[in-house]
T-cell receptor, first 116, second 117 residues
């Protein structure tokens, strides 16, 4: 069973603070995605990481994929109220060759609240 | 353009009603998905269509019936639902690359908020 453990589950911070969300597994993944979801909306893709040790930056968001491709982190600098939402990490399950049974494994999510 | 559209945005139905959810994408993606999501939980996969054929049914009750009329459209027909079926229903699509690496990012629509009375 391939599980993605996300932490923390809930996070409430003040505007301007920094934070890090973690996504860990004992399994190796070929890639990993981070999504942000606002209430009542669908998940919006933030980034896909593919290479072990990869670091990607998206404005104030920094994403890192572990060297062994088993874990990832999302760091937000100077959080703003607009960053509030559910952050989900997801990775493809390793199925049959050719991906004929392609499925995503999701973490349980981190619900972030940034207070003004 | 990475847009997946869903209609309606909100739907309220009784347990005896028949309704349909619609999903559309024009990105040339050949895999389309239906997910169910409860509040503050991750999405749960229901169905996957690959090249317009049903590839995965995650043991979903028969009161949910998917349909893929063509490569751009995906429907979910609803009949005799229960109040516990109330949730956000998400459609997603992906390019459906071949090969072993499964690097196939899914793009989600905004969802349909379904309430069953």
């Amino acid at each position: 069973t391939q599980l993605l453990e996300q932490s923390p589950q809930f996070l409430s911070i003040q505007e301007g603070e920094n934070l890090t969300v973690y996504c860990n597994s004992s399994s190796v993944f070929s890639s990993l995605q981070w999504y942000r979801q606002e209430p009542g909306e669908g998940p919006v893709l933030l980034v896909t990481v593919v290479t072990g040790g990869e670091v990607k930056k998206l404005k104030r968001l920094t994403f890192q994929f572990g060297d062994a491709r088993k874990d990832s982190s999302l760091h937000i600098t100077a959080a703003q109220p607009g960053d509030t939402g559910l952050y989900l990490c997801a990775a493809p399950r390793m199925g049959n060759s050719g991906g004929s049974n392609y499925k995503l494994t999701f973490g349980k999510g981190t619900l972030l609240t940034v207070n003004p | 353009d990475t847009e997946v559209t869903q209609t309606p945005k909100h739907l309220v139905m009784g347990m005896t009603n028949k309704k349909s959810l619609k999903c559309e994408q024009h990105m040339g993606h050949r895999a389309m998905y239906w997910y169910k999501q409860k509040a503050k939980k991750p999405p749960e996969l229901m169905f996957v269509y690959s090249y317009e054929k049903l590839s995965i049914n995650e043991s979903v009750p028969s009161r949910f019936s998917p349909e893929c009329p063509n490569s751009s459209l995906l429907n979910l027909h609803l009949h005799a639902l229960q109040p516990e079926d109330s949730a956000l229903y998400l459609c997603a699509s992906s390019l459906r690359t071949s090969g072993r690496d499964n690097f196939d990012t899914q793009y989600f629509g905004p969802g349909t908020r379904l309430t069953v009375l």
